[in-house]
């Protein structure tokens, strides 16, 4: 497996290409703002929900959204907050985003089978969502690189980044130094480490020799969080017409000292 580059680059790891395609930037507006499947709450808007339900009655001034995809939960957290940061790796998925804060919708083509496509649309206005939308400040950007501007926030958002990422825990120790004291992380995975996105030997839980990813994270966030809730939040991803992926990430919600 190619070693991740410490610097980035167009690719970044060899597993983040995906997150450039048509079809991916389709299935991640599907996920975002199609119809709920199989009874399953929309992912990004259950995350923020839940987060909400951790504010502990302090305003959100500043949120920010990192490895926002197409940005429902950025456009989510706009509702609860003065101003939101959002950013993503894929060049892609944040000219979605832009194109849907400019435009309030946006059509795309979902696979049904083999080579057969449908229309879809994605729209703020559905989602009562376009009075806020003009919070969310959207770039490219990479987690593990984070510019120095992204700082003093009330409330940041991962949602199923940590396992992507090239370097995990250090990402974690310099995200937490963005929050300010009171404020809060919100952490959700899958934990699906691959080699493909993370070394082996820089995975925060899952090997042989270690323990949970939610013991590493622990580890790594002790000195400057408490965890101060954990919780299940179920996914479903449309892949065509008869195929989903149904995932459990946990959500962990950490404070900041
Ligand atoms: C599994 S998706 C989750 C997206 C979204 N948060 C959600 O919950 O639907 C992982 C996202 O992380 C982004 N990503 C991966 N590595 C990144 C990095 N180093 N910096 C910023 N974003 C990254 C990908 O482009 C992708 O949008």
Redesign the pocket.
């Known amino acids: 497996m190619p070693t991740p580059p410490d610097a980035?680059d167009d690719a970044?790891?060899p597993g983040?290409r995906i997150?450039e395609t048509d079809d991916s930037v389709a299935q991640?507006l599907e996920?975002?703002y199609g119809a709920e499947l199989f009874g399953v709450a929309n992912?990004?808007l259950a995350?923020i929900a839940a987060a909400v339900e951790h504010r502990d009655g302090r305003p959100w001034k500043r949120g920010l959204?990192?490895?926002?995809?197409v940005g429902?939960?950025s456009f989510e957290m706009a509702r609860h907050a003065d101003h939101v940061d959002a950013?993503?790796?894929?060049a892609a998925?944040v000219a979605a985003c832009e194109r849907l804060q400019a435009e309030g919708e946006l059509n795309y083509l979902i696979p049904t089978e083999g080579l057969l496509r449908e229309p879809r649309c994605a729209s703020l206005k559905a989602n009562g969502l376009e009075e806020t939308a003009g919070r969310v400040q959207f770039g490219v950007?990479?987690?593990?690189r984070l510019a120095a501007e992204l700082t003093d926030y009330d409330v940041v958002f991962?949602?199923?980044?940590i396992d992507?990422?090239?370097e995990p825990a250090a990402f974690l120790r310099e995200i937490v130094s963005r929050v300010v004291p009171g404020g809060l992380l919100v952490i959700?995975s899958p934990y699906t480490w691959l080699e493909d996105?993370t070394p082996v030997d820089r995975w925060l839980g899952g090997r042989p020799d270690g323990g949970k990813t939610l013991d590493g994270m622990r580890q790594v966030l002790a000195d400057s969080c408490d965890l101060v809730g954990c919780e299940d939040i179920p996914f479903v991803i449309r892949e065509t017409a008869r195929k989903h992926q149904h995932t459990v990430a946990e959500a962990s919600f950490w404070r900041k000292h």
Do not use: K, M, Q
Not at 87 to 90: A, I, K, R
Not at 141 to 144: H, K, L, Q, R, S
């Open positions: 980035p970044i790891t983040s997150y991640y996920f975002h992912f990004p995350c959204d990192v490895g926002c995809a429902r939960s950013f993503d790796f894929s998925f950007g990479d987690a593990c991962a949602g199923n980044l992507r990422l090239y959700t996105y």
